[in-house]
């Protein structure tokens, strides 16, 4: 069998087991210690936000986004539809109700039309949505400037979820420190990882605090345990802290990497009518590049994404299709929808591409073969 060629899969950039290792000798082995104060200052330094809390995952990350927005039973959230589902449960945990927004065909991300439809809509049915959670999909920036202007025209807050996003930027700004509040994930799966891991940014430094106090238990200021508030075991570990120590001083490495793995796609489908690789309008963003993706056109081509799949997995390649969109999912399609087939459409007929940064020019010539193979 053929050596397994994986679509994003942690890569260590060399001091991450000597922080790791410090962690150790110091003892530091709890929720808490150096190791996480200074990754949350790392994180503040790259992506320019004031604060930052780092937490055990970009799930919980979100949910605490949403805790501290006050959402609660019976509330309406705005939420991109086509995402991973962890963009949408704390939704739920929460009681409150999901209301899915359909993406536009340039960013795949939140269409601005559709978002203000559905307020307009929400208003008019008499109630106003509380807040806005808009994922920037496969590291591309969602449409800033029309999104940030419809939050601010009906007051409702702006949540990112820049999960897929850090190392992105929009008009030279960090995907994340837009909204109110900013999320990443550390995942084995993305851009960086700390094994397992998230962080919450903002510019609130309130916020910020209180999300560390609900992270660990919210325990009240006293000698002994006193709780005034449903609390969470959320934080970051001192060891996942000393990984994404390391992970963080090769990041920009890592989106240069992520970024020529594309441009390989890129040279591989130029001259293909029918086939077109997700890129970023680069007059007003920056990629990083997450997850290649591209779209097959069926008719022009004679395969599907489906096709080109199987071939890949025929070689131990790994390849997948794009996020089913969340209005389509089982769990969620009860829940009211703004839609216009644009992510139902994508889902069909989109691809991730290996991306992984581990890749070598013998994966390389592998995949190169695969795609070749098929198109002939
Ligand atoms: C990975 C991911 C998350 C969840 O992050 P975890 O750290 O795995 O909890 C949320 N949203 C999006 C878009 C993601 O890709």
Redesign the pocket.
């Known amino acids: 069998m053929n050596k397994k060629i994986w679509l994003s899969s942690p890569n260590m950039g060399g001091k991450e087991d000597i922080y790791v290792k410090e962690a150790f000798d110091t003892n530091w082995i709890a929720p808490l210690g150096p190791h996480v104060n200074n990754l949350e200052q790392d994180i503040c330094n790259y992506t320019g936000s004031e604060h930052c809390a780092a937490l055990s995952?970009?799930?919980?990350?979100?949910h605490l986004a949403l805790i501290l927005l006050g959402i609660k039973e019976g509330d309406e959230v705005l939420c991109s539809s086509f995402?991973?589902s962890?963009?949408a449960n704390p939704i739920v945990y929460q009681k409150a109700t999901p209301i899915f927004i359909d993406s536009e065909c340039e960013t795949w991300n939140m269409s601005p039309l559709l978002l203000e439809e559905a307020i307009k809509d929400r208003i008019n049915l008499g109630k106003k949505p509380k807040a806005i959670l808009l994922?920037h999909?496969y590291g591309i920036a969602a449409k800033m400037d029309e999104i940030m202007e419809i939050s601010s025209k009906y007051d409702i807050p702006l949540i990112e979820?820049a999960?897929?996003a850090l190392g992105s930027t929009y008009k030279g700004k960090a995907l994340g420190t837009f909204g109110v509040m900013g999320?990443f994930?550390?995942?084995g799966?993305?851009i960086i990882t700390t094994s397992?891991?998230?962080a919450l940014i903002s510019d609130n430094e309130e916020r910020i605090q209180k999300a560390r106090f609900l992270a660990t238990q919210a325990r009240d200021n006293a000698p002994h345990y006193q709780h005034s508030q449903i609390g969470y075991n959320y934080r970051m570990s001192n060891i996942c802290a000393g990984i994404g120590r390391g992970q963080m001083e090769i990041l920009n490495d890592r989106v240069s990497q992520k970024r020529s793995i594309r441009s390989f796609y890129e040279s591989i489908f130029q001259d293909i009518d029918g086939i077109k690789v997700l890129k970023e309008d680069s007059n007003v963003s920056f990629s990083n590049a997450w997850l290649s993706c591209m779209t097959i056109d069926k008719e022009i081509i004679g395969f599907d994404r489906e096709a080109l799949r199987l071939a890949f997995e025929e070689d131990n390649i790994e390849a997948r299709p794009l996020?089913k969109p969340m209005h389509l999912q089982p769990i969620f399609e009860k829940y009211p929808s703004y839609i216009d087939g644009t992510s139902e459409k994508l889902f069909e007929i989109g691809l991730c591409l290996p991306s992984d940064t581990n890749i070598d020019d013998d994966d390389l010539i592998r995949i190169e073969k695969v795609i070749k193979n098929k198109l002939v």
């Open positions: 995952s970009g799930t919980s990350a979100i995402t991973f962890a963009t994922v999909l979820d999960a897929e999320v994930s550390f995942n799966n993305k397992g891991g998230g996020w």
